[in-house]
């Protein structure tokens, strides 16, 4: 058995939110309320992302003054440019800007800007994609994005649209090797946050150690349930969790296995050849209140 990658990766886990407004843009609470609130929610890192259009002075939040001993912030943007194939305005995500990233120029395209985010270093995520309807051709288009918000917390109590997996499981059957994350996107309006989150695998709760790790595919994403450690073998895959309703293993396509049992917290699914016919699986764990963390897909 192999030790799936977040898991063998040295460190501990460290629980952070890396998509969130202010009232720099059209958030309802300061930068400083916002630190506050997740670091009291018992956070260890935030990326404060407001949204980069000139008519909120193209924002990147500088919330280096909000870091104590055990909280810290990374620094980014959600950066926006016309146009996606329904003629939206493109939402992408960019988490470890430098403060002076340039403003989007007149004419750049969304992913010029995605590649321009990743030359400045940015870990870069494609954000509630049912939320607006994102194709997997448009996906496509910015090939360096390093995950999909396979949960988006505000889509899903504003629009019920806060599901990406159908964006996920699309990209991953044309072989791309892309990774999920969940995340709040809180404007602090509605209960629209403690939602979703990620757990991160670094040796420091520190900035670079942690982007590091996002880069790295070193975490994984809930709502509340925890994977405690997840082994792969050529013919199953071993999960220990936090307590769990359902426990699955998904594949290509309709490809799954799955364990029902009320409390299980170890859990055994076999992979057969169908199953691991398309060179990746996944896993998810479902508690009894419905919540779910995802895996990141792991390659055959």
């Not at 985010?117 to 049912?130: E, K, S, T």
């Not at 995340?183 to 403690?194: G, V």
């Not at 936090?242 to 296995?257: D, E, F, I, N, T």
Request: hydrophobic share 45%; with cysteine.
């Amino acid at each position: 058995m192999r030790a799936d990658p977040a898991f063998a990766a040295p460190g501990r886990f460290w629980k952070g939110n890396i998509h969130t407004h202010s009232d720099a843009t059209d958030g309802r609470r300061s930068p400083e309320e916002v630190c506050a609130a997740y670091r009291e929610g018992g956070y260890d890192f935030l990326a404060i992302t407001d949204h980069f259009l000139a008519k909120y002075g193209f924002p990147i939040v500088d919330t280096r003054g909000f870091r104590t001993d055990a909280f810290t912030t990374i620094l980014g943007a959600e950066v926006h440019a016309p146009a996606t194939a329904l003629g939206e305005t493109w939402h992408i995500l960019a988490v470890g800007l430098p403060l002076d990233f340039p403003h989007t120029a007149e004419g750049e395209t969304g992913p010029e800007l995605a590649q321009r985010c990743l030359d400045a270093g940015a870990f870069v995520a494609i954000p509630h994609p049912g939320w607006y309807a994102l194709t997997a051709a448009d996906a496509a288009t910015i090939p360096g994005a390093h995950a999909v918000e396979i949960y988006n917390h505000t889509s899903a109590v504003r629009t019920d649209r806060g599901d990406g997996t159908y964006l996920v499981d699309q990209l991953l059957a044309e072989g791309r090797r892309i990774n999920v994350i969940a995340a709040d996107d809180a404007h602090f309006e509605s209960p629209d946050w403690f939602g979703g989150w990620l757990m991160a695998k670094a040796r420091a709760n520190e900035p670079e150690a942690l982007l590091a790790a996002l880069k790295a595919g070193h975490f994984y994403a809930t709502q509340g349930p925890a994977i405690e450690s997840l082994a792969w073998g050529e013919e199953r895959v071993e999960i220990t969790c936090s307590p769990a309703s359902a426990v699955m293993v998904l594949g290509l396509g309709s490809c799954a296995k799955q364990s029902v049992a009320p409390g299980q917290t170890r859990v055994t699914l076999g992979l057969e050849p169908r199953l691991r016919a398309g060179g990746f699986a996944r896993v998810v764990v479902i508690d009894s209140a419905g919540r779910k963390a995802w895996s990141n897909p792991y390659w055959f």
